[in-house]
């Protein structure tokens, strides 16, 4: 049977992916965010996944305002590389896992979990930053991706619990179809960050350290924080951590297995207009 | 009844939630159309005669115009939208962002490499932080608007 093994957190600052396409990372200022990645290249590596549930959100590419679908799961064989505007970044084409990511569709949904299916759409840089920063640049990704978008942009966004309890029903679903596959979870997005109006820039590091305290300790009670916290501690776009969420609930301990082993932590501000937290955390 | 919005006192932020979607259609979904190369090069060939295209309301226009960025997301704008015109005018993320405090380029850079805005003062309209009303703009702008 297929079974989740890790999961991996980070944030999916667009400047990063730009400073790789652009061969900066070098400089001084991206040598210290792209350290705290260092040991995950090597990591994956070593575990490396048959599968990565990808849990990011859409930056207004595939879904404009004509369609904003709370949880949309990909289920197509391939996804193309969006153009945000300055042209698709020069990175592969990401491959699906049609068959898995029907199952999780039909299982989530018969979990009362309302997903809208998605057969063709674009990835932006929510989900092809994450893969650079553990891949790297290489011709192919390494593994197949099933891309699952949540709306952060337009309010109400889920609740932190919602994501916790649908992180749940993802892991069951998983679980529960036959092949054998090494299947990661990632959730990406934040930490905190604020793109809008006087009070863009904002960074709350006291904040962000305690959200991975607990996100480790006490995932649960975790969920129960309401989208106000985020929005006056971590800035209007730090809502986009309820998307780690998704991620930690689907770890075994959330029903009783053994704690997951922290392989890695890494804090960083900043890139851009944002706070970088990265995580890995091994299933027991 | 009302709906329970609980976020109306985040001084300097402005949630993108359905009233301002419903506000901002036509406006998010022009900037939308800057995805598309050929949309690009006809809207830099001429702006005026590109945004009289869509349904948008004359302030809209004239917000995108006049690259006001605080302005546009008061009209409805989403900032993952408005970002499209950024980077049609080769923008980055940081120099869009940091258009809305009124300080330099410069000045926000160094704020971001410094740890970026503290949240101490900002979280309620009506404390002393720097992104309070009555703090605007910030940086050598708004030391200039109050002559020292």
């Known amino acids: ?284 | 009844m009302s709906l329970h919005k609980p976020y109306l006192d985040v001084p300097g932020t402005t949630i993108f939630d359905a009233e301002q979607s419903r506000k901002g259609y036509w406006l998010n979904q022009f900037c939308m159309s800057l995805m598309k190369a050929e949309n690009r090069a006809r809207f830099k060939a001429n702006e005026r005669a590109y945004l009289d295209e869509w349904a948008m309301t004359e302030a809209q226009k004239q917000a995108v115009l006049d690259r006001d960025l605080n302005r546009c997301i008061a009209l409805g704008g989403n900032i993952y939208f408005l970002a499209k015109i950024g980077s049609t005018d080769g923008k980055s993320f940081q120099q869009m962002a940091g258009s809305m405090t009124g300080m330099t380029e410069e000045e926000y850079r160094d704020m971001m490499v410094k740890g970026g805005r503290s949240a101490e003062g900002n979280r309620v309209v009506g404390e002393d932080g720097d992104a309070q009303a009555h703090r605007q703009p910030q940086g050598i702008a708004g030391r200039a608007a109050k002559g020292t």
């Open chain 1, 1 to 284: 049977m297929a079974r989740i093994t890790a999961s991996v957190y980070t944030s999916h600052v667009p400047a990063i992916g730009a400073a790789m396409d652009l061969g900066k990372t070098q400089e001084p200022y991206w040598q210290k965010v792209f350290s705290g990645y260092d040991f995950s290249r090597e990591w994956v590596k070593r575990n490396r996944p048959d599968v990565v549930f990808l849990v990011y959100n859409d930056h207004a590419t595939a879904f404009s305002l004509d369609i904003i679908p709370t949880f949309a799961i990909g289920t197509a064989a391939e996804y193309a590389i969006a153009d945000e505007g300055w042209g698709p970044r020069p990175v592969p084409k990401v491959i699906g896992h049609p068959e898995l990511a029907s199952h999780i569709a039909q299982s989530v949904i018969q979990d009362d979990f309302d997903l809208t299916i998605v057969n063709k759409m674009d990835v932006d840089h929510g989900l092809t930053v994450p893969l650079s920063l553990l891949f790297g640049q290489t011709e192919a990704w390494p593994c197949k991706v099933i891309p699952f978008a949540v709306n952060v942009v337009q309010y109400p966004v889920p609740s932190g619990r919602r994501c916790f309890e649908l992180g749940k029903a993802i892991r069951k679903a998983i679980e529960s179809f036959d092949e054998n596959l090494n299947v990661q979870i990632w959730g990406t997005g934040g930490m905190s960050h604020q793109l809008q109006g006087p009070r863009a820039g904002l960074i709350n590091k006291d904040w962000d350290n305690r959200f991975l305290d607990r996100l480790i300790a006490e995932p649960e009670a975790l969920a129960q924080v309401p989208h106000i916290e985020y929005v006056r501690e971590a800035g209007s776009e730090g809502i986009e951590l309820v998307m780690w969420l998704i991620a930690r609930g689907a770890m075994s301990d959330i029903t009783g297995a053994k704690a997951p082993t922290v392989a890695h932590r890494f804090y960083h501000v900043p890139a851009s207009n944002t706070a970088v937290g990265h995580m890995i955390l091994e299933n027991a």
